[in-house]
């Protein structure tokens, strides 16, 4: 039985999104009182957020499912800065233009999983550009910057490991955690937003927040964080052999989505059904019990569950059907991930193995190539190769689909003539 009496942290609790709370009880009694306004901000980085971002979206996403109102903050001002925390070396500086563009496109992601026109509790997206890009400097320094201890900010995690392996940090970069504390107080003065949640990296940022706020005569500010997540085997959520896991489709097909989500390990497959869709608990329970062969059945709910969130039931359940005929049935569907290349110079004619298989980008190197076909990794048009060299003629394209079927474990492309 849940130790909270609020919708909301009973349901992060029984799903497994807690790591660390504030104050507890505080929390538990307001979310019972009113409507409770949280954020979590995302600096645009790259064009979309990817897997690993997925864990924080979703607490956003039951924070409205349970009566409160979400608010993604992004990171306009904070991203020409960017966040040192635990990085090896400092990210590389955008353009205002490359910051905003970034933006343009990871707000597509955001509606599918928060409602912004919900009657009572709207989701809101906010740009901290609004009132960090403004800032009088010296205004800044003596009104915020006095209130934070550099003995203080030196003690923190995030910024002794960097100093501790005599990385460089740059004073820009030593910035960051004020910008992100005075966010914490510029919403909770404009959007009345009382609690900032995140990955447990972030836990001194916002408590740095939550201290501001205190200081400078905010209402008492909360701190929520979820645990880091690794698999079992102990990668990262978010990247894969071949790359990030992006959430945009023009980055990612929804194929190589789902594919992802189906080949989860099977120590992960109950958590993740908690963590990454909105099935019942005790559907979830059910599926997790699956034992033997048939917990890979729980794996492909799981795939089009989170898939079908993202990209829409239809294309979920296209990936899923694509799936089925490829490896159940042998097929090559139409909505495999294709590659077109020019056949000028009749490039079809002739071609070895190698040449074909580098065509799709699985492959980092011709040295990863050679390492995959030694293992019995890579099979075109279902045969397994053997040799780099070996010489697959036009006519003996898949089935007479006009195209070399390329696969290598679960990622399988069409390379065609453009």
Not at 256 to 265: A, G, H, I, K, V
Request: net charge neutral; hydrophobic share 40%; glycine share 8%.
């Amino acid at each position: 039985m849940s130790r909270f009496k609020s919708d909301f942290l009973r349901t992060l609790d029984e799903r497994g999104f807690l790591h660390q709370l504030s104050d507890e009880s505080g929390l538990d009694a307001l979310f019972q009182k009113e409507v409770v306004t949280a954020y979590i901000g995302y600096d645009p980085t790259a064009s979309s957020l990817h897997v690993g971002h997925l864990t924080q979206i979703m607490m956003l996403h039951w924070l409205q499912e349970t009566g409160h109102r979400p608010l993604s903050l992004m990171g306009g001002g904070t991203g020409m800065v960017g966040d040192p925390s635990f990085k090896e070396e400092a990210r590389k500086l955008m353009t205002v233009e490359t910051i905003e563009e970034n933006i343009a496109s990871i707000k597509r992601c955001f509606a599918n999983y928060l409602d912004y026109d919900k009657p009572g509790n709207a989701a809101l997206m906010v740009n901290n550009a609004e009132w960090l890009r403004p800032l009088n400097y010296l205004e800044f320094l003596r009104d915020v910057g006095r209130h934070f201890s550099v003995n203080r900010m030196l003690s923190f995690d995030s910024v002794k490991t960097r100093l501790d392996r005599e990385q460089s940090l740059s004073f820009l970069e030593f910035n960051y955690m004020i910008l992100q504390a005075y966010d914490f107080v510029e919403l909770a003065k404009r959007y009345d937003c009382r609690l900032q949640m995140g990955g447990s990296d972030q836990w001194g940022n916002i408590v740095n927040g939550i201290d501001l706020g205190h200081r400078m005569g905010t209402q008492q500010l909360y701190a929520l964080t979820s645990p880091l997540l690794t698999t079992s085997s102990g990668a990262k959520m978010g990247k894969s052999a071949s790359g990030a896991i992006w959430l945009n489709a023009e980055l990612l097909p929804v194929y190589d989505f789902w594919q992802y989500w189906r080949n989860t390990e099977d120590a992960d497959v109950g958590r993740f059904l908690k963590l990454f869709t909105t099935l019942p608990m005790d559907e979830i329970a059910r599926l997790t019990a699956l034992g033997g062969a048939e917990i890979n059945e729980a794996k492909k709910t799981l795939a089009t569950e989170v898939t079908a969130i993202l990209h829409g039931r239809a294309a979920a359940e296209a990936a899923a059907e694509t799936a089925r005929k490829t490896f159940e049935e042998g097929g090559a569907s139409s909505s495999l991930p294709t590659v077109s290349i020019s056949d000028e110079g009749k490039w079809f004619y002739g071609r070895s193995a190698g040449e074909i298989a580098l065509a799709t980008n699985l492959f980092p190197s011709k040295s990863e190539l050679r390492r995959k076909i030694e293992q019995r990794g890579l099979k075109i048009n279902d045969e397994a190769i053997v040799d780099a060299k070996q010489i697959i003629a036009w006519s003996n394209t898949y089935q007479d689909s006009g195209a070399f079927k390329v696969q290598l474990g679960k990622k399988i492309f069409l390379v065609k003539r453009a």
